[in-house]
């Protein structure tokens, strides 16, 4: 591959074996890098890029964000294009840390700037049928799904998938907000009307009875070098992610076929950067990909601590063009996310000696993103327990009672 590669001496050619010319660059440290949303997810990734001796801008509507506390920010609209090319003034290669960016500023900014990760799997990943479209065109099954234009559509629907089912809005929506779980023939008129307020195309799934909920960030650089993370079991609650388990408490060969199969979707894909593929683990060990995310990934906060390169550290050097690092796990790990209501019982707990972490053997590393206001539900930080075994960090989460009920 040709292309440049950027940084305080400037920008040198960039080769790989076939010699193949295209737009990629190595971007090295020195330069800027620009994030288009200023959330957690950036602060994060400022946090790790700093480390390496990168600078950041990033943009964001909301004053103070996350990431504007740790690098400079542009306060504007997402869709506001003069604030975009700003950005792309300050920046030598611009990233995203969430798939609601507009993807028309995203396909703008790849004329006047360097998008390594482009605008279409942006395009892709924001809407559930084209992206189940184009985890099927990888060759990875996901669970059968129809498009629904109307109210008699989703009645033959449910009839052919049967109850429960799924009704998922096809763009918006997380955390499980933009769903409906159908239970009975009478929740259908309601279940239709309410999502199609939404203005968007509506998709049903079959309900998958799944034995565990799986995760696995996969990384790809430009030069095509795929890395994928260990898979992580995670539990959620009201439909929020609570824990994150690694290793996942699965078979070794289960675990295998999950990477392998993250690995197929950031190949298939061309991803640059990273990519989160949520997974639904069944009793007869089947795996079926439930949605992806193109970008660092709640499930994958564990390996802040936990591997020898964390997502963040991955994210920077693929969309930099650099090696990939070392994805190895170094200890078990929990990752309990910290919401709204359980801010006050943690920072109660901070100034004291944690006799429970000590007995236990475990090692608690608290990351706040710095939100002004804890609301309920939010997501305010995370904890990574690290510990002999995943048991040891789940009993010091029960002891704490932060988390209770």
């Given at each position: 591959?040709?292309?440049?590669?950027?940084?305080?001496?400037?920008?040198?050619?960039?080769?790989?074996?076939?010699?193949?010319?295209?737009?990629?660059?190595?971007?090295?440290?020195?330069?800027?890098?620009?994030?288009?949303?200023?959330?957690?997810?950036g602060?994060?990734?400022?946090?790790?890029?700093?480390?390496?001796?990168?600078?950041?801008?990033?943009?964001?509507?909301?004053?103070?964000?996350?990431?504007?506390?740790?690098?400079?920010?542009?306060?504007?609209?997402?869709?506001?294009?003069?604030?975009?090319?700003?950005?792309?003034?300050?920046?030598?290669?611009?990233?995203?840390?969430?798939?609601?960016?507009?993807?028309?500023?995203?396909?703008?900014?790849m004329?006047?700037?360097?998008?390594?990760?482009?605008?279409?799997?942006?395009y892709?990943?924001?809407?559930?049928?084209?992206?189940?479209?184009?985890?099927?065109?990888?060759?990875?099954?996901?669970?059968?799904?129809?498009?629904?234009?109307?109210?008699?559509?989703?009645?033959?629907?449910?009839?052919?998938?049967?109850?429960?089912?799924?009704?998922?809005?096809a763009?918006?929506?997380?955390?499980?907000?933009?769903?409906?779980?159908?239970?009975?023939?009478?929740?259908?008129?309601?279940?239709?009307?309410?999502?199609?307020?939404?203005?968007?195309?509506?998709?049903?799934?079959?309900?998958?009875?799944?034995?565990?909920?799986?995760?696995?960030?996969?990384?790809?650089?430009?030069?095509?070098?795929?890395?994928?993370?260990?898979?992580?079991?995670?539990?959620?609650?009201?439909?929020?992610?609570?824990?994150?388990?690694?290793?996942?408490?699965?078979?070794?060969?289960?675990?295998?076929?999950?990477?392998?199969?993250?690995?197929?979707?950031?190949?298939?894909?061309?991803?640059?950067?990273l990519?989160?593929?949520?997974?639904?683990?069944?009793?007869?060990?089947?795996?079926?990909?439930?949605?992806?995310?193109?970008?660092?990934?709640?499930?994958?906060?564990?390996?802040?601590?936990?591997?020898?390169?964390?997502?963040?550290?991955?994210?920077?050097?693929?969309?930099?063009?650099?090696?990939?690092?070392?994805?190895?796990?170094?200890?078990?790990?929990v990752?309990?996310?910290?919401?709204?209501?359980?801010?006050?019982?943690?920072?109660?707990?901070?100034?004291?000696?944690?006799?429970?972490?000590?007995?236990l053997?475990?090692?608690?590393?608290?990351?706040?993103?710095?939100?002004?206001?804890?609301?309920?539900?939010?997501?305010?930080?995370?904890?990574n327990?690290?510990?002999?075994?995943?048991?040891?960090?789940?009993?010091?989460?029960?002891?704490?009672?932060?988390?209770?009920?």
């Amino acid at each position: 591959m040709e292309g440049e590669s950027c940084g305080i001496d400037g920008c040198v050619p960039v080769t790989n074996e076939s010699g193949n010319a295209n737009k990629a660059k190595v971007i090295l440290p020195g330069s800027t890098v620009g994030i288009l949303g200023g959330g957690q997810l950036g602060r994060m990734l400022a946090n790790a890029g700093s480390a390496m001796g990168y600078r950041f801008v990033t943009l964001d509507p909301t004053s103070d964000a996350p990431c504007g506390q740790v690098a400079e920010q542009i306060v504007a609209a997402y869709d506001d294009r003069e604030a975009a090319r700003e950005l792309a003034k300050r920046a030598d290669v611009i990233t995203y840390e969430f798939e609601n960016v507009d993807a028309g500023v995203a396909a703008m900014l790849m004329n006047e700037s360097y998008v390594p990760q482009g605008s279409e799997l942006l395009y892709t990943t924001q809407h559930r049928l084209r992206e189940k479209r184009a985890i099927e065109a990888a060759g990875v099954q996901v669970a059968p799904y129809a498009e629904i234009r109307n109210v008699e559509e989703l009645r033959e629907a449910v009839r052919r998938f049967g109850l429960p089912s799924v009704l998922k809005t096809a763009t918006g929506g997380y955390d499980g907000k933009g769903q409906w779980v159908i239970r009975s023939e009478a929740e259908i008129e309601e279940a239709y009307e309410t999502l199609s307020r939404a203005r968007t195309e509506l998709v049903l799934e079959q309900f998958i009875r799944f034995e565990k909920e799986l995760s696995v960030i996969a990384a790809r650089n430009p030069q095509g070098e795929i890395r994928t993370f260990p898979a992580a079991e995670n539990i959620h609650v009201d439909n929020i992610l609570h824990l994150s388990i690694v290793p996942a408490r699965i078979e070794a060969a289960l675990q295998r076929d999950a990477e392998a199969l993250a690995a197929r979707i950031a190949e298939g894909l061309g991803v640059v950067g990273l990519i989160a593929v949520e997974l639904f683990l069944t009793e007869g060990g089947e795996l079926f990909v439930n949605e992806l995310a193109p970008r660092p990934h709640n499930s994958g906060h564990y390996t802040m601590e936990a591997c020898r390169t964390s997502q963040f550290e991955q994210h920077v050097r693929a969309v930099c063009g650099l090696p990939l690092g070392d994805t190895s796990l170094m200890t078990p790990v929990v990752m309990v996310n910290v919401l709204g209501e359980h801010m006050e019982p943690l920072l109660a707990r901070l100034p004291d000696t944690d006799e429970a972490a000590q007995r236990l053997g475990v090692a608690a590393k608290v990351h706040l993103y710095g939100k002004h206001e804890a609301k309920h539900k939010r997501k305010m930080g995370h904890v990574n327990v690290l510990a002999a075994d995943t048991e040891a960090a789940l009993a010091w989460i029960s002891e704490t009672n932060i988390w209770k009920g």
